[in-house]
């Protein structure tokens, strides 16, 4: 059952961006080569990590969002284990987050606007008396 996950991992900052690009393009090969597809990678550049990984204070960031089946990001999550320039990485699955994004949509789309209805203004006069009753039975 192909399901969508998105998974980015941290490479080290000593990597230089011809190598980044075939580490990539082996990943991206894996993918496809599994059956599965790669809907789009980003990579994110260089930040600064939370806390020291492997002795190293940032890193290249990449994400890569595919449409695979379970046992293909289990393979792809092992490759990305025993790769030496990745110091970290996470796959998170996102077909639920999907769904559920949608099912918040779809319920706020059912609401009725209040700013497309015009806004009421009370008179001055009808106004002052409400306020003088409400303070009177405090």
């Known amino acids: ?19 980044l690009d075939k580490l990539i ?26 806390y020291t ?24 999550e092992r490759r990305l284990r025993v790769s030496e320039p990745v110091i970290k990485f996470i796959s998170v699955r996102m077909d639920e987050e999907e769904k559920r994004v949608a099912k918040i949509k779809a319920i706020r789309a059912t609401r009725k606007k209040l700013s497309a209805q015009p806004a009421a203004v009370p008179a001055e006069g009808a106004a002052a008396p409400a306020a003088a009753t409400e303070q009177a039975s405090a």
């Not at 998105?6 to 000593?14: G, L, Q």
């Not at 393009?25 to 939370?50: C, D, H, I, P």
């Open 1 to 19: 059952m192909q399901r969508t996950y998105e998974i980015m991992f941290i490479v080290r900052p000593d990597v230089l961006d011809e190598d």
């Open 25 to 50: 393009a082996g990943f991206e090969g894996n993918v496809t080569a599994g059956g599965g597809t790669v809907k789009s990678t980003e990579k994110l550049g260089r930040r600064k990590l939370a």
């Open 53 to 76: 990984v492997k002795k190293f204070n940032d890193g290249n960031y990449v994400l890569m969002t595919i449409d695979a089946d379970g046992s293909l990001v289990g393979e792809i």
